[in-house]
T-cell receptor, first 114, second 110 residues
């Protein structure tokens, strides 16, 4: 079972470059989300989606865009990378929207912005 | 808004020691509570959960009881192993996206 797959695993960018972090799940989950993990900050929600065509902002959405054209995929786009976006990014999915449904996490993308 | 507070780490224990990691929460409504574990270089994995007051979640020797009166969900294990070394996150959802604590790093030495 693939579960939640994130690519790439590592990436180094220069300030101002753009890129897309890919996230795909094969569990037919409606709900998907993106988090960033920074030392001493836990995980902070960037954007989330409750189904294809529906997205919403989380706690730290500035500088990031998302779209959800299919149930399986939820890419995260950095339009103009900044050093403050250096972080580890995690994608997660769950069967239900909220409530008692556990989330399944990918292994993360480690992003460095120079 | 909803929030989770967990004890600061790092926590260093000897093998077979008793573990407690404190977690308290603030939420409107009746949240579901979770403990996730993150091993080095990996994503988060669900360790255990509880969805209503007085529920006890358990898995791999870890336990946590949902205490509504003290708004707490402390993680415990009677005898830790070196393989339990990881970062542990307490989290909640109350019909909202998951809200995480800042994580507690546990190191178990042989």
């Amino acid at each position: 079972n693939a579960g939640v797959t994130q690519t790439p695993k590592f990436q180094v960018l220069k300030t101002g470059q753009s890129m897309t972090l890919q996230c795909a799940q094969d569990m037919n989950h409606e709900y998907m989300s993106w988090y960033r993990q920074d030392p001493g900050m836990g995980l902070r929600l960037i954007h989330y989606s409750v189904g294809a065509g529906i997205t919403d902002q989380g706690e730290v959405p500035n500088g990031y865009n998302v779209s959800r054209s299919t149930t399986e995929d939820f890419p995260l786009r950095l339009l103009s990378a900044a050093p403050s976006q250096t972080s580890v990014y995690f994608c997660a999915s769950s069967k239900g929207q909220f409530g008692g449904q556990p989330q399944h996490f990918g292994d993360g993308t480690r992003l460095s912005i120079l | 808004g909803d929030s989770v507070t967990q004890m600061e780490g790092p926590v260093t224990l000897s093998e077979e020691a008793f573990l407690t990691i404190n977690c308290t929460y603030t939420a409107t409504g009746y949240p579901s509570l979770f403990w996730y574990v993150q091993y080095p270089g990996e994503g988060l994995q669900l360790l255990l959960k509880a969805t209503k007051a007085d529920d006890k979640g358990s898995n791999k020797g870890f336990e946590a009881t949902y205490r509504k009166e003290t708004t707490s969900f402390h993680l415990e294990k009677g005898s830790v192993q070196v393989s339990d070394s990881a970062v542990y996150f307490c989290a909640l959802t109350a019909n909202t996206p998951l809200v995480f604590g800042k994580g507690t790093r546990l190191s178990v030495i042989a």
